[in-house]
């Protein structure tokens, strides 16, 4: 390496370090939760860096603030706001700082996340690994978002944290992964939802009470391969849309991928979100797959949410908001404003941002089914007394040859008729330590949903 390149590289260094020295010099701008703080400072001994970030609830709103390190950088709303919350957004700028050359204050962020219903999810999930999200189907404001094992972000803001930092990123766990947002899973049944709607939408079947053509057991298109149902009993064979999700008829909805064919479902998934590798909210969410180039085999199988399907709970949470809302789905979002320093708004994101995904008769029909399924089949657990709530169950399979411990899902939404508030809520188990034979999405999912929708309604 050349003189003049090592004088460079040494100026950058010097640089970035005053950069960061200014960046910790006074208390970070917060993040700010139902009009509290959720984030904090506090001052730094034996550092050139004044001041590191403090998490009062940590584990609790990890998944919503990421984290801000002085070692390890700054993930999620913490790192996309960074320039706000530690005052160098030029946006703050006020004229007198420019002749001062005073370093402005920091800014707010302020998000959608309602602390009961958050404190409802992270509470429920428990020591198990999974996620749950909840949106306000109407305004698109995401109400709730968690993800475990969680983390406390305060562990790793400082610069002395490498052991802590390296027990977090060896856990085989993964607590740093954002498994609301960032793991998309194989649906399983939930993705049922979607099939319907592409039916109803396309003529198929004209409503969720039409006898469908489905034999039990189905056996896969030029296949030997014979699709069963989780029940045997259950009355399934040519059932109609609200029996077989009343009943999660795996024959059913994998005959109507198949008839539909993989453009149409694929067309309607995406109308729902499925294939955006572009959803921010503000956080870059992950795309949620429906595969192209598939054979009539294997469109049936994605049907009921399998082969190569995946989805993350915002996603699914994304389905049941728009059946919820009539057919519209509003744009998911958990920032509301930027702020200066006075209050001010920088940026507002509106609410109620809608497209249409489905017909307003499609959506009527799939909430009557989905209540069926709350009220008198696989989702039990998710009823809420006093309000309407429709859901739809799912088991997804895991590993080769599904060797592994299935995940379940739950999808969902409710609304009080005399407050008009509603929720639309989806979770996902990945491993609750359950026996193989005790997972499901009513006995494992359900009672999340159950616990998040009710303290969104109260």
């Not at 870059?284 to 595969?291: C, E, G, N």
């Not at 930027?338 to 994101?349: F, T």
């Amino acid at each position: 390496m050349g003189a003049g390149v090592r004088a460079k590289a040494l100026a950058d260094d010097q640089k970035n370090r005053r950069k960061t020295i200014a960046q910790y010099a006074q208390p970070l701008g917060n993040i700010v939760v139902a009009g509290s703080p959720v984030t904090g400072s506090k001052r730094t001994e034996g550092t050139d860096l004044a001041y590191r970030r403090t998490y009062p609830d940590g584990e609790l709103y990890a998944a919503v603030t990421g984290y801000s390190s002085q070692a390890y950088g700054a993930t999620q709303l913490e790192g996309i706001y960074a320039d706000v919350l530690d005052g160098t957004d030029d946006r703050l700028k006020n004229p007198l700082d420019a002749v001062t050359r005073e370093q402005q204050e920091p800014g707010t962020v302020v998000t959608t996340i309602d602390p009961a219903v958050q404190k409802a999810a992270y509470r429920a999930l428990g020591n198990k690994k999974g996620a749950a999200v909840a949106v306000d189907p109407v305004s698109g404001r995401i109400l709730a978002l968690a993800s475990t094992p969680s983390y406390d972000p305060s562990r790793i803001s400082g610069t002395n944290d490498g052991a802590a930092w390296k027990e977090l990123t060896s856990d085989e766990d993964k607590p740093l992964v954002n498994r609301a947002l960032r793991q998309p899973l194989p649906p399983g049944s939930t993705f049922k939802l979607v099939v319907a709607a592409a039916a109803l939408e396309d003529g198929l079947y004209r409503s969720v009470d039409t006898a469908t053509e489905s034999p039990d057991p189905y056996t896969l298109p030029h296949t030997r391969t014979v699709l069963r149902n989780e029940n045997a009993s259950a009355p399934c064979e040519n059932a109609t849309i609200r029996t077989a999700l009343r009943y999660s008829c795996n024959n059913v909805f994998g005959k109507m991928a198949a008839d539909l064919g993989q453009d149409k479902v694929r067309a309607t998934a995406e109308k729902f979100g499925f294939n955006d590798a572009g959803l921010d909210v503000p956080v870059r969410a992950y795309a949620s797959v429906y595969p192209s180039a598939m054979d009539p085999a294997q469109t049936a199988l994605s049907g009921i949410g399998q082969f190569d399907v995946t989805a993350t709970p915002l996603q699914m949470a994304m389905v049941s908001a728009a059946i919820a809302h009539d057919g519209l789905l509003a744009a998911p979002h958990m920032v509301s404003r930027v702020e200066d320093s006075d209050g001010d708004a920088l940026v507002s994101y509106e609410d109620g941002d809608t497209r249409r995904i489905v017909s307003s008769s499609t959506a009527e029909q799939l909430r009557s089914a989905m209540v069926t399924v709350v009220e008198e089949g696989t989702g039990t657990n998710a009823a809420v007394a006093g309000a309407e709530v429709g859901g739809k169950t799912g088991t997804a399979q895991h590993g080769e040859n599904n060797s592994k411990t299935p995940y379940a899902w739950f999808t969902s939404y409710a609304k009080d008729s005399s407050t008009g508030k509603q929720v639309a809520v989806a979770v996902m188990i990945e491993d609750s330590g359950a026996a193989r034979s005790e997972v499901s999405g009513n006995g494992l999912a359900a009672p999340v949903a159950q616990k998040m929708m009710a303290a969104a309604l109260k």
